[in-house]
T-cell receptor, first 112, second 113 residues
Framework: GEDVEQSLFLSVREGDSSVINCTYT??????LYWYKQEPGAGLQLLTYIFSNMDMKQDQRLTVLLNKKDKHLSLRIADTQTGDSAIYFCAEIPVKGSYIPTFGRGTSLIVHP | EAQVTQNPRYLITVTGKKLTVTCSQNMNHEYMSWYRQDPGLGLRQIYY???????DKGDVPEGYKVSRKEKRNFPLILESPSPNQTSLYFC????????????FGPGTRLTVT
């Protein structure tokens, strides 16, 4: 089956940039998503990218995709304490299974 | 307000006692799904539904049932819960399908003793 891997923890200082990394194994066209989960809440979609794109920017968020290495990253500029949460990478193939594959989540801790 | 609601939010039960977790969305979404979240495992899809009366298995359907008799509701049924079903459960919906933004409910924390 498909696999999505993420590092489990990231700690940054307020005001610095955060980079959360993800690798995936699906070799077909796929959609790749970043979700944010705050304590006690469900997941909130932050942004997504299609596998034929290289980059997508949305305010403080930048998604970079290296198709060759199947590596996806989420960069948060000027990280704030409110960005502390768990971030999930997920991929959904364009064809075939409707089942998304989520990574295990990266806990981002932002300290003053 | 557009939202996905789940009930109950917290439930402690005993092995073998049938239970239902309700999920309702008010956005007229066609696609609904159930996930479980376990520490270190991320989210795994249990079942999904593309529309009324259309359901299909996700990654981990064993021990669960679902039904989709109305567009807005998608209950998750545990006929005979076991301790390995202790988990945090999320319901989600999206307008048409997997590529659309999924809206998640607040979660139901289930403990089976």
């Amino acid at each position: 089956g498909e696999d999505v891997e993420q590092s489990l923890f990231l700690s940054v200082r307020e005001g610095d940039s955060s980079v959360i990394n993800c690798t995936y194994t699906d070799s077909s066209s796929t959609y790749l998503y970043w979700y944010k989960q705050e304590p006690g809440a469900g997941l909130q979609l932050l942004t997504y990218i299609f596998s034929n794109m290289d980059m997508k920017q949305d305010q403080r968020l930048t998604v970079l995709l290296n198709k060759k290495d199947k590596h996806l990253s989420l960069r948060i500029a000027d990280t704030q304490t409110g960005d502390s949460a768990i971030y999930f990478c997920a991929e959904i193939p364009v064809k075939g299974s409707y089942i998304p594959t989520f990574g295990r989540g990266t806990s981002l801790i932002v300290h003053p | 307000e557009a939202q996905v609601t789940q009930n109950p939010r917290y439930l402690i039960t005993v092995t073998g006692k049938k239970l239902t977790v309700t999920c309702s969305q008010n956005m007229n979404h066609e696609y609904m799904s159930w996930y479980r979240q376990d520490p270190g495992l991320g989210l795994r899809q249990i079942y999904y539904s593309m529309n009324v009366e259309v359901t299909d298995k996700g990654d981990v359907p064993e021990g669960y049932k679902v039904s989709r008799k109305e567009k807005r509701n998608f209950p998750l049924i545990l006929e005979s819960p076991s301790p390995n079903q202790t988990s945090l459960y999320f319901c989600a919906s999206s307008l048409r399908g997997r590529r659309d933004e999924q809206y998640f409910g607040p979660g139901t924390r289930l403990t089976v003793t």
